[in-house]
């Protein structure tokens, strides 16, 4: 059983659209990342929480919101979304935050925008 | 440029060959982790590799870090070893891993 839940696998929108990306993670993990693959490039870091507190933020944009209504949630709103937000998304979990740690990711929920 | 650089882009093998994919990193780190993404998109943790060499069945990760790179050997390649090979180190005290364009495999039977 997958212990990292992301949904949904697939997701189509029309521009200008929000959505919201779910991820929940039944591994006692304190810390949670959400990260973003487009075609042609790496894998892309977008947020550490640790103990539902952001950490990290390496995007740029404010149309992207991490919500953690719960310690194993981290949900990923999308507001007023591009083409160019057209993505895989994945949610990552590990232990603790930090440079010692190895994430586990889920499985990807794939958006594409019209 | 490029934080990690992996080599080759792709790679073509028969069944029963093997293979050794390249990792350099252009700044220092602390451990970096292999990383296989299957073919569907979903991403398996290979190894975590602070330093030196770990074996896990036909996979060994060799990794030194004050030369920042790390090596991955895939022995007896199989068609179900296709797949597009991430490596990745971790930066920062936030978790945040930094990643490769990878290697893409395919394993002709």
């Known amino acids: 059983d997958p212990k990292i839940i992301q949904k949904p696998k ?8 929000e959505k919201i990306l779910i991820c929940e993670q039944y591994l006692g993990h304190n810390a949670m990342y959400w ?12 947020f550490s929480y640790s103990y539902q507190k952001l950490m990290d933020n390496q995007t740029a944009s404010s149309r992207f919101q991490p919500q953690s209504s719960k310690k194993n949630h981290l949900d990923l709103q999308i ?15 590990s232990q603790e935050g930090g440079n010692n740690q190895a994430p586990l990711f889920g499985e990807g929920t794939r958006l594409s925008v019209l | 440029g490029q934080q990690v650089q992996q080599s080759p882009a792709s790679l073509v093998l ?11 990193f252009s700044t220092s780190l602390n451990s970096m982790q292999w990383f296989y993404q299957r073919p569907g998109g979903s991403l398996v943790s290979l190894f975590y590799n602070p330093s030196g060499t770990k074996h896990s069945g036909r996979l060994t990760s060799t990794t ?3 030369e920042r790179r790390s090596s991955l050997h895939i022995s007896s390649s199989q ?3 296709s797949g597009t090979y991430l490596c990745a180190f971790i930066t920062g005290n936030t978790g945040k891993l930094i990643f490769g364009l990878g290697t893409t495999l395919q394993v002709q039977p």
């Open chain 1, 10 to 17: 697939y997701l189509v929108a029309v521009t200008g659209s």
């Open chain 1, 35 to 46: 990260y973003r693959q487009s075609a042609k490039k790496p894998l892309e870091f977008m």
């Open chain 1, 79 to 93: 507001t007023a979304l591009k083409p160019d937000d057209s993505a895989t998304y994945f949610c990552a979990s």
């Open chain 2, 14 to 24: 028969q069944e029963g060959e093997n293979a050794e994919l390249q990792c350099n």
């Open chain 2, 64 to 66: 030194v870090i004050k």
């Open chain 2, 79 to 81: 068609t179900t070893d």
